[in-house]
C-alpha cells in the first residue's frame, strides 16, 4: 500500500496524547514510517532553499542535504557493511581505555570510556532538557571514534523498531548470525523485570542469560549493571568498578508489540504528543506512573538482561542503534516542525529530582575523552556547522 501525503495527513489529527490505533498490516507500517521521512526531507529541501528562514543560505552552513552523511536501518545495510560495522564495534572493545584510571576504576578499554561516561551522568541525562542532545552527540562521538579510530569508513546506522516486533529473535539485529549484535540469552528461570522506573512489569521470555551465538558471544562486559531490572541479576559492587560479566539478553516480543509501533511513532512526529518538544520528549521517554513505557524505554526493554540497567545499557552495542532510532525520531519531529527545532524544555536532573533550574542552549554536553564539549545549541540541527548527517 502506498501512502501519499494525503493519506498520511489525515492521521495528524490524533485527539489524545496517548496514540489512537492505526489500522495497518507490517508492511503498511513501514511504508507510513517512510513515507514521514520522505515528508522530513522534502521539509529540510525546502528550508534550504528558503532565504526567510534560519537555514538560509546567510548561515553560511557548509552542510547541505547534498553532502550529508547518511544514517541507514540496519537491515539496508550489505552484508559486508555490517561485517564491516561489526568489526568496527569490537575493535573498540579491544583497545585500551585512554580515560583516567580515577574516573572509572573499571574501565579497560575505548568502549568502556563511553559506557563510563553515560553510568556517571545518568542521573542528569535522562528526563531531562538536554536528553535529546546528549545522546544525539553520544552517538555522533561514537561514530566518529568507529572511523577514526577503528579504520570504520561508513555510518552510524539504525534500529528500525518496527522490524519484527511478534519476534525480535528474527530480525537481522538478533537473530544470532555473523552479520548480528547475536541473539537472545540462554534460558534463565527467572520472574521477568520491572521496568519503567518500578512501574511496569515484563513478563520474562526465552533468555535472561549470555548470548549463545553471533559475534558478541565471547565479548566480556567490564562495567556494571548499577541498577538492573532482571529478576536475580544482581548490581555491581561499585558503579564503575571492575566488574567482568557476560552480554545478557532475554529479547521479549511483549514490549516490542506493546510500545514499537506505529501508533506511538506517528504520536510523537506528527500526532497530539508533537505539539510542542516537552510532550514530544516526555511521550518517547515514558508515562511510567501510567503504565506506559515509550518508544525509547521500551526499546531497551526489548533487549533485556543488561541492557535494562538505566545507567549501564549502552554495554549492548545496540545501544548505539537504538539510540540513532531515538534521534531519528527527534530529526523527524525537528524537520516537520521547524518553527520549534531549536527549542529544549525540561531541568538539569531526572524527573525535577532534586529540583534544579531549566536546561539552556548554552549548557555544554560533556563527554569526557570521547569528544570536545559542545553547547546544547550547536547540537540542534543536524545540517549545521558541529553535525552534518541525515536519515534515510
Known sequence: MRFTQFALSALLGLPLVSAQPVDTTTSDAQALLQSLNNQAIDALQAADNSTATKRSSASKCKCTLANATIRRDWTAFSKTEKKNYIAAVKCMQSKPSIADPTFAPGARTRYDDFV?????????????GNFLTWHRYFVQAYETALRNECGYTGSQPYWNWLDNTSDPSKSALFDGSDTSFSGDGVYVKHNGSVNGNGYVYIPSGNGGGCVKSGPF????????????????????????????????????????????????????????????????????QGRFTDGFLGLHTAGHGVMGGVSGDLFGSPVDPVFFLHHAMVDRMYWLWQALHPAQSNLIAGTLTLFNEPPSRDTSVNDEIYLGVNAPSQKIGNLLDTLGSTLCYIYL
Do not use: K
Not at 563510563?116 to 531531562?128: P, R
Not at 548499577?226 to 564503575?240: R, T, Y
Open 116 to 128: 563510563s561516561v553515560h553510568i556517571n551522568q545518568t542521573l542528569s541525562i535522562h528526563g531531562t
Open 217 to 284: 558471544v565471547d565479548y566480556t562486559i567490564n562495567l556494571g549493571p548499577v541498577m538492573p531490572i532482571q529478576d536475580g541479576m544482581a548490581p555491581a559492587p561499585e558503579p564503575l568498578g571492575y566488574n567482568p560479566h557476560c552480554l545478557s539478553r532475554d529479547l521479549s516480543a511483549f514490549t516490542a508489540e506493546g510500545w514499537l509501533t506505529i501508533e506511538n511513532i506517528l504520536n510523537i512526529t506528527v500526532g497530539a504528543a508533537s505539539r510542542s518538544v516537552e510532550t514530544f520528549q516526555n511521550e518517547l
